[in-house]
C-alpha cells in the first residue's frame, strides 16, 4: 500500500511536468502581451520595451520555461503581473472559500443524489422512481446560472433569509452549495439509479433475499457497497471539478473563489497568475484522483494495490 | 406415518413478459416428508429452479394456481415480514453458482453472522461461536481465521461450503439445494454431496435437491421427480426410476448417462431439444421427441397416472384405459 501510494506521488511529477508545459505554450499562442497591457495605450515603444525587459519576456521562450520551473522547484508560483503580489498568495488567499463551497455542494450532491437514486432504484418504473428521475432530468438541464439567478430571486428577493453574493460567512454558501450540488446530484442520481439495478439482479442479492434479510438492509447494506465503486468515481471527479473552482456560480454571487481568480487572469494577460493557478488545481486534482483510488480499495476488496502485478 | 414437510398441489408460475405468458411451472404436485431428500431432475428449462424458487417466493414470476404448504403454514399467504422469518430460518437455501451466490465486497465472517443474527437471537460471542461452530461443520480449516477472509480468497468448493454452513446455520427443517454440485470439479462434487448426506443426518434436515446429473440423484434422493416442459412426467422411488422407468423421457436420461459395461461409441442422446417455456402445443409435450409417440400423443395432453406402488408416469403407453376410450 505505502509502495503503491509513493509510486503514484512520485507519477505526479511527469504529469505536473506536462501540464506546465501545455500551460506555457497556450498562454504564449493567445494573441496578446502582458508588457503592452500593463504599460498601457498612450505608452510608446521604448516604455514597453522596459517592461517586457523586466518580466523578462523579452528572453527566449525556452529560458522563460527553464526559469519558471526553477522557480517552481522552490515553490515559487511567480509573481502577480496585475497586482505585484507572489501568485500563491494570491491562490490561497481565495482557496478557503473555494473549499468551503466545494464541502458544501459535496455534501448536497451526495444526500440528494445518493439518496433519490436509490429510492429510485427500489422500485424501479414506480411513481417514486419517475419522480425521482424526473427531478433529476430537471437538475441535468438547468444551466447552474439560470438556477442560481432564480435562487437569488426566491432566497433573497422575495423571501430575503439569505444573501444573494459575497464569501465571507457560512451562510453566503448556502445558496451556491445548493446550486452546484442539485446540478450534479441529479447526475449522481441517475448513476446510483443505474448502478443498482445492475447489481440487484446478482446472485448474491439472491442469496440475501433467501436469508431472510430486510429489503431495506438488502439495498443499503449488500447492493449499495457493491454499486460504490462507479459512484465514488464521480463523487471524486466532483470534487475535483469544484476544486478548481466553479466560475459561472462563483460569477452569479459575486464570489471570490478560484474559479474567477482564473477567469480575471486570463483577461488580463496575467500569464504567472494563470499558470500558477492552472498548476495548482492540476496539482489538486491528481490528489483527488490518488484519494479515489484508495477509497475503491476500501470499499471493494477484491481491488488491491499492495500486489506487483497490481 | 413420517410427517409432511412442504406439500405443493396444482402448482402453477408464470411469467409475464413483453412477449406473451410463459408458464414455466405448469401443474406441478411435489410433497416432501420429514427428513426426506426428493430430487427433482429434467434438463435446463424445464422448471425446476422455478419450483423451488416459488417454495421459497424468491421468483421473479407469478404463482396464478396452486398451494404451497410447508410445516402446515400456507406459504402464499404469508406477508412478507412472516416470509422474511421462514426464509433462512426454516427453509434455506444453496444456489449452482458458488462464485456469484456470496457477496463480494463483505468476509465471509459478515454474511455467516448475519443469517445467525436476523433468526436466531444470540448474544454477540454466542453468535461468533455458532458461526464458528458451522464452518468446522461444514469441514472449512481454521475456522477463526476464515471469518474474515473474503470470497474471491477461497476456491469454488470452499465457497460452496460456506454456503451450506450460511443455509444450515439456522437449523433449517427443509435445505433446497438448486444445482448445488453443478459448477464444481467432480471430486469437489463429491465432497458436496457427502457433506449435505451427513448434515442431513445429523440434523435431520429434509432436502429438495434440483439438478440434471442422474448420478446425483442416485447418490441423494430418496425419492425422484422428473420435469419436462413445466410438468412431472414421472415420479417414483429413485430405485424404481433407475430399475423400471415407465416415461421415454426418463427412460432417454438415464441411457444418456455413461457407463463402464457398455462399449458403445457414441454416448446416446435424447433426439431434439427443450421446446422453450411458452410454445407448448397441444398433445403430449415431449412427443416431437419421443421415438414411441402414436396419434394420440399429438393430440391430447395426458394425465399423471398411478403405474405402480408410489409411482406414476405421464404418458399414453401406460394409461392404457384411456387410450382405449380415444380410439
Known sequence: MFNYVLKRLLQMIPTLIGVSLLS???????????AELIAGLDASPEEVQIIRERLGTDRPLYEQYIDYNWQLLQGDFGTSLRSDNPVLQEILERFPSTVNLTILATLVTVVIGLFSGIIAATKPGSVRDHTAMAFSLFGISMPVFWLGIILILVFAYYIPILPSGGSSELKHFVLPALVLGISSAAVLSRLTRSSILEVINQDYIRTAKAKGVRQWLIIYKHALKNAFVPIITVIGMEIGNLLG??????????MNGLGRYIIQSIQFRDYSAVQGSILFVALLFVIVNLLVDLCYAAVDPRIRYDRKEA | MKRK???????????YTGDGVVPAVDGID????????????GESGSGKSVTSLTAMRLTPGKVVEGSVTFDGRDILALSEKEMRGVRGNDMAMIFQEPMTALNPVFTIGEQLLEAIRIHMKLGRSETKARAIEMLRL??????????????HRLSGGMRQRVMIAIAMACNPKLLIADEPTTALDVTIQAQILELMQQLKTSQGTSILLITHDLGV?????????????????????????????KHPYTQGLIKSMPTLETNERRLYSIPGSVPPPGSLRDG????????????????????LEAVGAGHSARCWLHAAEAKEAFQ
Request: charged share 20%; net charge negative; with cysteine.
Open chain 1, 24 to 34: 506555457f505554450i497556450i498562454l504564449q499562442l493567445v494573441p496578446g502581451d502582458p
Open chain 1, 245 to 254: 473552482g466553479a466560475v459561472l456560480t462563483e460569477t452569479v454571487f459575486s
Open chain 2, 5 to 15: 414437510l412442504l406439500e405443493m398441489k396444482a402448482l402453477k408460475t408464470y411469467f
Open chain 2, 30 to 41: 411435489i410433497t416432501i416428508y420429514e427428513g426426506e431428500t426428493v430430487g427433482i431432475v
Open chain 2, 138 to 151: 461444514v469441514g472449512i480449516p481454521r475456522p477463526e481465521q476464515m471469518l474474515r477472509e473474503y470470497p
Open chain 2, 217 to 245: 440423484v442416485a447418490e441423494m434422493c430418496d425419492r425422484v421427480a422428473v420435469m419436462y416442459g413445466g410438468q412431472i412426467v414421472e415420479e417414483c422411488d429413485v430405485l424404481t426410476l433407475f430399475t423400471s422407468p
Open chain 2, 284 to 303: 403430449c409435450r415431449f412427443s416431437p421427441r419421443c421415438e414411441f409417440a402414436q396419434a394420440i400423443c399429438h393430440e391430447r395432453h395426458p394425465q
